[in-house]
């Protein structure tokens, strides 16, 4: 569009210089911008930005479930061991207008607590999803080395060699066989 060339103009037509600067500005921004859109697409496009994507979506969904887990499975029973705890209600009072009050939402709204119970939970969840995920990656890793260690075929030969090879064993059944004795 424009080739960035000076123009010089004279001083009566001044209107025109700087609507060519306009112009010009106008044209730079949207070759900057078309360039970074452009590099934005090729690393939007790449294979490793989508299998992040996926990556996370999946972990988004594990994570509900494992919670689930936590929450509804594990807990509950570890509780009943421990004298009927509900870890999710466990927690230090700061003050001392939440001190005996049974829930932790209700203390939260008497004064400053200390949930070590849902703290506990979360420790849980994050120990049980990192076993997921160590797990995971150990099976790819085996799965890789599977791979790996499995023969790789040479490839077959081309015409040509082929060729060269059946000139080549004619060539030695042509020859003479030695007796051994000179």
């Known amino acids: 569009m424009f080739s960035g060339t000076i123009i010089y103009f004279k001083p009566d037509h001044e209107p025109d210089c700087i609507k060519f600067k306009l112009l010009n500005k106008t044209y730079h921004l ?10 934005f697409k090729d690393f939007a496009i790449k294979g490793n930005v989508l299998d992040l ?6 972990g988004a969904a594990f994570t509900t479930v494992t919670q689930s887990l936590v929450n509804d499975i594990i807990m509950p029973p570890v509780g009943k061991l421990i004298d009927n705890v509900n870890f999710s209600n466990l927690y230090i009072p700061l003050d001392q207008k939440a001190k005996g009050i049974p829930s932790v939402e209700d203390a939260r709204k008497a004064g400053a ?16 999803i990192s076993l997921a995920v160590f797990m995971l990656v150990n099976l790819v890793h085996s799965l890789r080395k599977k791979e790996a260690e499995k023969p790789v075929n040479p490839p077959a030969p081309t015409k040509e060699e082929s060729l060269l090879m059946e000139i080549r064993d004619a060539l030695k059944a042509m020859q003479p066989k030695s007796s051994g004795t000179l």
């Open 53 to 58: 994507a996926v990556g996370i979506i999946i």
């Open 113 to 128: 607590v200390i949930a070590y119970g849902n703290f506990l939970q979360s420790v849980i969840n994050f120990l049980i």
């Open 30 to 39: 949207i070759n900057s911008f078309m360039k970074f859109f452009q590099q």
